[in-house]
């Protein structure tokens, strides 16, 4: 059973950093590229940043140069380092593979930005 737990969300002030971590189990961890997703109010999930199982990264435009994920596959887990987050960052963020298994979305954790 697969099973994906995020975390690390909260409410934070423009400008301010969030570390999220997820926490995956019941999948062979570390071939698999993992990436964080997001979901504002009223908009589709969106691709935030992916690392392969060879750890090189990618990024959406909107998020480069403030967020850095990585992994560790000892702990079976992705982070997402969050800096200079702005309030278009505020959604609900997800982690899953790249691509997703559609059946295997975790409850996500709220980010918020804002003052």
């Known amino acids: 059973q697969v099973q994906l737990v995020e975390s690390g969300g909260g409410l934070v002030q423009p400008g301010g950093s969030l570390r999220l971590s997820c926490a995956a189990s019941?999948?062979?961890?570390?071939?698999?590229?993992m990436g964080w997703y997001r979901q504002a109010p009223g908009k589709q999930r969106e691709l935030v940043a992916v690392?392969?199982?060879?750890?090189?990264?990618k990024y959406a435009d909107s998020v480069k140069g403030r967020f850095t994920i990585s992994r560790d596959n000892a702990k079976n887990t992705v982070y997402l380092q969050m800096n200079s987050l702005k309030p278009e960052d505020t959604a609900v963020y997800y982690c899953?593979?790249?691509?997703?298994?559609?059946?295997?979305w975790g409850q996500g954790t709220q980010v918020t930005v804002s003052s």
């Open positions: 899953n593979r790249d691509p997703v298994w559609e059946d295997y």
């Open positions: 690392i392969t199982s060879g750890e090189s990264t």
């Open positions: 019941g999948i062979m961890f570390r071939i698999y590229a």
